[in-house]
């Protein structure tokens, strides 16, 4: 067993979701590689730790990468999880070689030509939601625009029905709640909402197979059809239900954080609105912010890590946020600083086998929408009532953000 930490860990309170930073920057000084015993989870805080765990995927497994439960699943939840597909594989939590296998189908329909060619798209979407609410002069932000932007883009790419994506947008949200630790009744719940996704997802797969289509999840299809070691349909229908997840809650949470940022952070909007200096200034923000703040690992073996002797079978955090911020990689690493040149070592996107497979689209998507609000809604400024803090703790981001403009 560990010796007990001084680092006073606690990335659920509403003080360190606020600030997780402070803790952390203590973990990196004086223990890089810590065990929160409450969350029977090593936290791994350099730079370059994070990065081993990241690029050694045989001793740090990504079987439950999503998963910071420390109780054993109830019964009745299993029972219920039975009656879906719990075979369904997740890219994000496969290894090597199911991993090879989906993330080459991916590369293969997902490709650039894809992405760019939304960008019309995620343009009339983003103008579209404004409209709804430009006259109001005061809005929730995440609800109105941060969640149903990234929800409609995806919702197109896949080719799924506009009436269904808040089906799939609460569907999703009981698979990332199933994933914790939460009362036994409410874990039933969340596992009928992931069983639904799932036959969902391959009801779509199979809708496909008989009748083609133009769109992400008809290309996946297609690719699949002609591969030399076809998928399964089950195996292709946990590309859609993860995509569709890790593709809007991410980009909902950077939509939300830069806009906090702006509010004390003067020179951010007129960067926004410099379209040579947007990217850099929203890359700098992804660093900063770390809408995923930090996956998870299982050691396959004991390893030495940080000083520390982490057993076989043990959970690790890969702490993104930590890494990003660490001071032996970036220059004063707390401040907003655009033109720093090492951004691009920062791990908001991961490293590794597992690099964000939708980074090109949503920085696509942070690109088009962050300027297109400044510009439109003259003025933004925070709102009346209060701006809540996103609950998952490895996620950073708001569940609500009042702002108001002139209208
Ligand atoms: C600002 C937006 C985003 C951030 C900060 C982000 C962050 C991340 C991170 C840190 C990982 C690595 C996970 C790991 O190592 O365990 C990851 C993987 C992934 N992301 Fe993103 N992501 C974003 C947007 C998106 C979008 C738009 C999509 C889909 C269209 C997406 C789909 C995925 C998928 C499928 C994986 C797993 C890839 C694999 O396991 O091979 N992400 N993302």
Redesign the pocket.
């Known amino acids: 067993m560990s010796e007990p930490t001084a680092i006073a860990f606690d990335p659920t309170s509403a003080e360190q979701r606020e600030d997780p930073f402070t803790v952390l920057a203590q973990a990196r000084q004086e223990e890089p590689v810590f065990y929160a015993p409450d969350l029977r989870l090593w936290v791994v805080t350099r730079h370059d730790d994070v990065l081993t765990v ?1 690029k050694d995927h045989k001793t740090f497994s ?1 079987v439950g ?1 999503l998963t910071s439960a420390t109780a054993e699943r109830p019964p009745e939840v299993t029972e219920i999880l039975a009656q879906g597909h719990p075979e369904m594989p997740y ?2 939590e496969v290894d090597p070689p199911l ?1 090879d296998r989906i ?1 080459g189908l991916v590369a293969r329909a997902f490709t650039p030509r894809r992405i760019e060619a939304l960008e019309p798209r995620i343009e009339e979407i983003a103008a579209g939601l404004i409209d709804g609410f430009a006259a109001l002069g005061s809005v929730d932000v995440v609800e109105a625009f941060a969640w149903p932007l ?1 929800l409609r883009v ?1 919702g197109e790419l896949f080719g799924f029905p506009e009436d269904d994506l808040e089906r799939i947008h609460h569907w999703g949200t009981d698979w990332l709640l199933l994933q914790q630790d939460r009362p036994a009744e409410e874990l039933v719940e969340h596992a009928r909402g992931l069983v639904e996704l799932q036959d969902y997802c391959v009801a779509a797969v199979e809708e496909r197979s008989r009748r083609p289509t133009d769109d992400l999840l008809g290309a996946l299809v297609a690719a699949n059809d002609s591969a030399a070691d076809p998928l399964s349909v089950v195996e292709i229908a946990g590309l859609p239900l ?2 569709m997840v ?2 809007h809650v ?2 909902t949470r ?1 939509i939300g954080s830069t806009l906090a940022r702006l509010f004390v952070e003067p020179e951010l909007r007129g960067h926004l609105l410099d379209p040579s200096l947007a990217p850099k200034a929203i890359e700098e923000i ?1 660093r900063l912010e770390s ?2 703040q930090g ?1 998870f690992r299982v050691t396959t073996r004991e390893v030495e890590l940080g000083g520390a002797t982490i057993p076989g079978g043990a959970r690790v955090m890969a702490h ?1 946020a930590s890494a990003n911020r660490d001071e032996c990689v970036f220059a004063e690493p707390d401040d907003y600083c655009p033109e720093r040149g090492d951004i691009g070592k920062h791990l ?3 490293k590794g ?7 090109p ?2 920085r696509l998507e942070l690109r088009v929408a962050l300027p297109m609000l400044l510009r439109r809604l003259s003025g933004l400024r925070p709102g009346e009532g209060v701006a809540v803090r996103e609950p998952v703790f490895f996620a950073r981001g708001f569940a609500s953000l009042p702002v108001a403009w002139d209208p």
Not at 353 to 359: K, Q, R, Y
């Open positions: 990241l990504s990468a890219i994000i991993h993330r990234p995806l993860d995509l890790a593709g991410t980009v950077a992804l809408p995923a996956l993104f908001a996107f991961g086998i597992h690099f964000c497979i939708g980074a689209l949503g």
